[in-house]
């Protein structure tokens, strides 16, 4: 059984641009989740998705935004680029709740220099 | 707010010694609890989890209790080993709030 996928592994790109980052779940998972994690915050919930509707949001600005696709896979976006964006990227999917916990994939690593 | 308190690392221990990671929560529901642990340039494995108070989760030899009158789920194991050097995160999930929120993680290193 194939787990969560993240690609790509690794991204650098340059301050003010724009990414996307991709998240395939677990086949039947209908729930996506997104972490950022840094050494200085740890891990912060970014968003939550099911059936392609979004139904939790964390304190991030507005330049980070995500969406689910009908298959459950899921994107995330993060316009206007800034150096603290700097991360590792985490995707964790789950059959509906996380009540039994989540699965997470490798994390995309983004640098933005 | 959701909050984990986690047990400052790092925690260097040798192999075969008695592990006991602490945790405390606090939480305006009823929250499940879990461990996950990070193996360098990895992401998150889901260690045990523990649904409801008193339950015991369980893995690969670790234990952890659901203690609601204390808020703590700690993380204990009878012997460690080199391969269990890792990050270990304590998270919760609340209720009707499909989100988990973490501990700072404890870097546990095991010597020979």
């Known amino acids: 059984k194939a787990g969560v996928t993240q690609t790509p592994r690794y991204l650098i790109k340059t301050r003010g641009q724009q990414v996307t980052l991709s998240c395939s779940p677990i086949?039947?998972?209908?729930?996506v989740s997104w972490y950022q994690q840094t050494p200085g915050q740890g891990l912060q919930f970014l968003f939550e998705?099911?059936?392609?509707?979004?139904?939790n949001k964390g304190n991030f600005p507005g330049r980070f935004s995500g969406r689910q696709f009908s298959n459950s896979r899921s994107e995330m976006n993060v316009s206007t680029l800034e150096l603290g964006d700097s991360a590792l990227y985490l995707c964790?999917?789950?059959?509906?709740?996380?009540?039994?916990?989540?699965?997470f994939g490798s994390g995309t690593r983004l640098t933005v220099v | 707010g959701d909050s984990v308190t986690q047990m400052e690392g790092p925690v260097t221990l040798s192999e075969e010694a008695f592990l006991t990671i602490n945790c405390t929560y606090t939480a305006t529901g009823y929250p499940s609890l879990f461990w996950y642990v990070q193996y360098p340039g990895e992401g998150l494995q889901l260690l045990l989890k523990a649904t409801k108070a008193d339950d015991k989760g369980s893995n690969k030899g670790f234990e952890a209790t659901y203690r609601k009158e204390t808020t703590s789920f700690h993380l204990e194991k009878g012997s460690v080993q080199v391969s269990d050097s890792a990050v270990y995160f304590c998270?919760?999930?609340?209720?009707?709030?499909?989100?988990?929120?973490f501990g700072t993680g404890t870097r546990l290193t095991i010597i020979p």
């Open positions: 964790a999917s789950s059959l509906a709740t996380g009540t039994y916990g989540y699965t």
């Open positions: 086949s039947g998972h209908r729930s």
């Open positions: 998270a919760l999930s609340d209720s009707g709030n499909e989100k988990l929120t």
């Open positions: 998705y099911f059936s392609e509707t979004q139904r």
